[in-house]
T-cell receptor, first 113, second 113 residues
């Protein structure tokens, strides 16, 4: 299995909803990432988990809450989002060590109404 | 401040043309440089470059890194309409466990039939 999967593909939510994005990989990668990407911009790093521990939080608002239940799974819990949070949310994973190409999932297109 | 600059920002060519995309960088403690192709969804990994002067090749795509002049180029020969995409360049700094990629803004390539 050489891919990163994400669910759902699309998500529409209101500002009072609570939802979760899921990411899964079975490549044995021990570093996993959440990115947010707006149109015509490069991906913007949100969180990095390394060996299931949060290693980087790029000053992301608390309405985004990451969780890494095990080495294959990464969740992003969403609560009280704003319309400006609408974006493509990408999950990526990589091996640790010197090999640093990140493999991306297909993304979740999130719309906040 | 670390930065990655891609040029041109956009490019329109005809099928069969050869294109060269540029990526220059100013990064403290360089580890590697990554090229990605992004169509409508997630970035797809193309190449990882760590050593100067060694060409990486995959079909009609090739890339090379110059660590003295701090740039990389991505060549696409005999372009096809399926090559239309945004091509992203990112640098991995060599900073311990920090796996934050430094992204360029991308080159938007349109290949017309």
């Amino acid at each position: 299995d050489t891919e990163v999967t994400q669910t759902p593909k699309h998500l529409v939510m209101g500002m009072t909803n609570k939802k979760s994005l899921k990411c899964e990989q079975h490549m044995g990668h021990r570093a996993m990432y959440w990115y947010k990407q707006k149109a015509k911009k490069p991906p913007e790093l949100m969180f990095v988990y390394s060996y299931e521990k949060l290693s980087i939080n790029e000053s992301v608002p608390s309405r985004f809450s990451p969780e890494c239940p095990n080495s294959s799974l990464l969740n992003l819990h969403l609560h009280a989002l704003q319309p400006e949070d609408s974006a493509l949310y990408l999950c990526a994973s990589t091996t640790t060590g010197n090999n640093n190409e990140q493999f991306f999932g297909p993304g979740t297109r999130l719309t906040v109404l | 401040e670390d930065k990655v600059v891609q040029s041109p920002l956009s490019l329109v060519v005809h099928e069969g043309d050869t294109v060269t995309l540029n990526c220059s960088y100013e990064v403290t403690n360089f580890r590697s440089l990554l090229w990605y192709k992004q169509e409508k969804k997630a970035p797809t990994f193309l190449f990882m470059l760590t050593s100067s002067g060694i060409e990486k090749k995959s079909g009609r795509l090739s890339s090379i890194l110059d660590k003295k002049e701090l740039f990389s180029i991505l060549n696409i020969t005999a372009t096809q309409t399926g090559d239309s995409a945004v091509y992203l360049c990112a640098v991995v700094p060599n900073a311990g466990n920090n796996r934050k990629l430094i992204w360029g803004l991308g080159t938007s390539l349109a290949v017309n039939p």
